[in-house]
């Protein structure tokens, strides 16, 4: 069901980098802003990243987003255990004139 | 600051009609820069973008292919929320509903969400 896809998981050690791939179509990520996503346990989606790179007031200046033709990456720097989590992009597809989610990326901290 | 709360039974018979309401507080749904959404998410269709209300200068719907024909979403300018219907339910639409505020093209602030079981 899910439009975009994203590897279904990602680790790094605390401290470490971590990137997190995103790839759509020339009618979604091809076309329009890419925005993240950041999901705990039990809870709803947290907005992280929005616009592809800009990030909402209170989220650490460690994640970072950027986008390049039909793919968008999200990276998490200096990763800590409490960025433990599963985490979404999303863009509006205008072929689809609906809004569109990739399939997960679950972040462990080793 | 902007919250929604959302209300509605966590159990549906199948063929019946699933009915969620999202109250706003700190904004309007009458609001000419936001969208209201509903959004779910279960283990075999991951996220998935049901449909939204937006105002402006008139009210605009938009639905998502996967749910058209089965699904209302209407805006209570009286109340300050906007509500879900979702007609002939089957097993398949099990999962946690989620309200949810666009702006500037990101769903930004999000209801608690809603586990929403279609079981006889």
């Known amino acids: 069901q899910s439009v975009l896809t994203q590897p279904p998981s990602a680790s790094g050690t605390p401290g470490q980098r971590v990137t997190i791939s995103c790839s759509g179509s020339?009618?979604?990520?091809?076309?329009?802003?890419v925005n993240w996503y950041q999901q705990l346990p039990g809870t709803a989606p947290k907005l992280l990243i929005y616009?592809?790179?800009q990030r909402p007031s209170g989220v650490p200046d460690r994640f970072s987003g950027s986008k390049s033709g039909t793919s968008a990456s999200l990276a998490i720097s200096g990763l800590q255990s409490e960025d433990e989590a599963e985490y979404y992009c999303?863009?509006?597809?205008?072929?689809?004139?609906?809004?569109?989610f990739g399939t997960g990326t679950k972040v462990t901290v080793l | 600051q902007v919250q929604l709360q959302q209300s509605g039974p966590g159990l549906v018979k199948p063929s019946q009609t699933l009915s969620l309401t999202c109250a706003i507080s700190?904004?309007?749904?009458?609001?000419?820069?936001?969208?209201w959404n509903w959004i779910r998410q279960s283990p075999s269709r991951g996220l998935e973008w049901l449909g939204r209300?937006?105002?402006?200068?008139?009210?605009?719907?938009g639905y998502a292919v996967s749910v058209k024909g089965r699904i209302t979403i209407n805006p209570d300018t009286s109340k300050n929320q906007f509500s879900l219907q979702l007609h002939s339910v089957t097993p398949e639409d099990t999962a946690v509903y989620y309200c949810?505020?666009?702006?500037?093209?990101?769903?930004?602030?999000w209801g608690q969400g809603t586990m929403v079981t279609v079981s006889s």
């Open positions: 949810a505020r666009l702006v500037g093209g990101a769903p930004d602030i």
């Open positions: 020339r009618s979604n990520v091809g076309s329009d802003t």
């Open positions: 209300t937006y105002y402006r200068s008139k009210w605009y719907n």
């Open positions: 616009s592809n790179n």
């Open positions: 999303a863009a509006w597809d205008g072929s689809l004139n609906g809004y569109v």
């Open positions: 700190g904004d309007s749904v009458s609001s000419n820069s936001a969208a």
